[in-house]
């Protein structure tokens, strides 16, 4: 009975979502044009409602699904999903700080080289921890890592480098890499805007994000894919798996999925710390942790969106092409974006950086823009170090060289959207708009 009542709610489900959400709406002038939003159809909801049913609400068999197709999709070994991006970034950099790395782990002010044009939650685990930032410019047009910098940055406090694909454009991952292992650094890949972006390594493509020690993606509404809120983790070293597994998980020691006990089969017969003989594993913690696991639900939505990834991949570049080919005679008045070299971006947006001898300033475009719906925003903090959090604060960092890339961006750059919910004709729309106010008209 149980069965034919869940398949009945199943199809009303999918009705729903043919009601609701089933027609493709053509572009209307005047209609918002969001820079992102969720694509999805009736596998999404679907899969929600039959997660719901279940009523597990933590962690179940759809999480264990998406960590293990995921990671499959992105040809690693381990992957681990996080309540958020931000949450997979502090998992991430935390778990570099195990007492289980010995001499390589990172300890309170030890440096660790970065960005100041980036999302905050890149460098937050740092400041947090106790751990220096050393912030080195960027370029333009990659809007990445001036790499050209990392020498001067290193010192013997050095313990690794964090930094962002920017708007999904990959850094020079390989010089980068070649850093890090020459320096014995680690190397973390904030990878959340770039999900999909590939680089050339020895010949070979690589997704972004496993190319590093650790790798991060964000699946909030706006980015390659998403389950609303949720992060991910995922690296090939089996030993920054159990660290961050545990940190993920209350900083346990035990690993038994959840809702599973004795998973080990040596639940009562361990010695730990000062514990007593046979202490209950299931409760003997080796790290300082958090509970940063997400919900079976959003686990559903994650299953059926990575099956989508491979189209919305596809979809994103060919919007971010359509947009360059449009504007490419415009180059009088902006620097136009350009891929990294030897590297297929997967488009997080498009972005345009005003000249200084343009006759218009970023905000009075962007005011134009957003007057006509066209929903635009910054590179993120634009200069991080230039908002409160930094200047009205008693943070330790150190920068190395000058942020003229950094603070030029900050104050001409402006991105709008690529992502696969918009057609040609609200791309034209966009396009238009750009080429009017610029014409003056």
Request: hydrophobic share 35%.
């Amino acid at each position: 009975m149980s069965k034919g009542l869940r398949d009945r709610i199943i199809e009303l489900t999918k009705e729903y979502y043919k009601e609701e959400f089933g027609s493709k709406k053509t572009f209307v002038a005047g209609e918002r044009i969001a820079y992102a939003g969720r694509v999805f159809d009736e596998n999404e909801i679907t899969n929600l409602v039959d997660s719901s049913l279940d009523f597990w609400l933590t962690s179940g068999r759809y999480a264990e699904k998406f960590e293990r197709d995921f990671a499959r999709f992105l040809g690693v070994k381990h992957c681990l999903a996080t309540t958020s991006g931000s949450s997979a970034n502090l998992l991430a950099f935390m778990a570099l700080t195990s007492h289980l790395l010995g001499k390589r782990r990172i300890s309170r002010g030890d440096e660790v080289i970065t960005v100041a044009c980036a999302f905050p939650t890149t460098i937050s685990p740092i400041v947090q921890f106790g751990a220096v930032p050393v912030f080195v410019d960027v370029t333009i047009p990659s809007y990445n890592i001036d790499v050209s910098g990392l020498e001067e940055a290193l010192t013997e406090k050095t313990k690794a480098v964090m930094v962002a694909h920017t708007l999904g454009n990959p850094f020079e991952l390989s010089a980068v890499a070649d850093f890090c292992k020459k320096h014995d650094l680690w190397l973390i890949e904030d990878n959340c805007d770039a999900l999909g972006s590939q680089v050339e390594i020895n010949g070979n493509l690589c997704y972004t994000g496993t190319v590093g020690d650790i790798g991060t993606s964000s699946f909030y509404p706006p980015h390659q894919m998403t389950m609303g809120e949720g992060g991910a983790v995922y690296t090939n070293n089996s030993l920054l798996h159990r660290i961050a597994l545990s940190l993920r998980d209350w900083g346990r020691d035990c690993q038994c999925p959840s809702g599973v006990d004795n998973f080990c089969g040596h639940r009562y017969d361990g010695q730990y710390g000062q514990l007593p003989q046979g202490y209950d594993h299931k409760f003997v913690y080796s790290h300082l942790g958090y509970n940063l696991k997400i919900t079976d639900m959003q686990a559903a939505v994650g299953c059926a969106q990575l099956e989508k990834l491979p189209s919305f991949i596809k979809a994103r570049r060919k919007n971010w092409k359509y947009l360059r080919d449009s504007l490419s005679n415009l180059s009088e008045y902006f620097i136009l974006p350009k891929p990294t070299e030897h590297s297929e971006p997967c488009w997080f947006g498009f972005i345009l950086t005003v000249k200084d001898n343009a006759p218009f300033t970023r905000n009075e475009i962007v005011q134009h823009l957003e007057k006509n719906n066209i929903q635009t925003r910054m590179l993120f903090a634009g200069n991080l170090l230039k908002h409160p959090c930094f200047v009205d604060d008693d943070v330790e960092y150190r920068v190395v060289g000058d942020m003229k890339n950094t603070d030029a961006i900050m104050n001409n750059s402006f991105w709008f959207g690529v992502y696969p919910g918009l057609d040609e004709d609200r791309l034209r729309h966009v396009v238009k708009c750009i080429r009017d106010f610029v014409k003056g008209e």
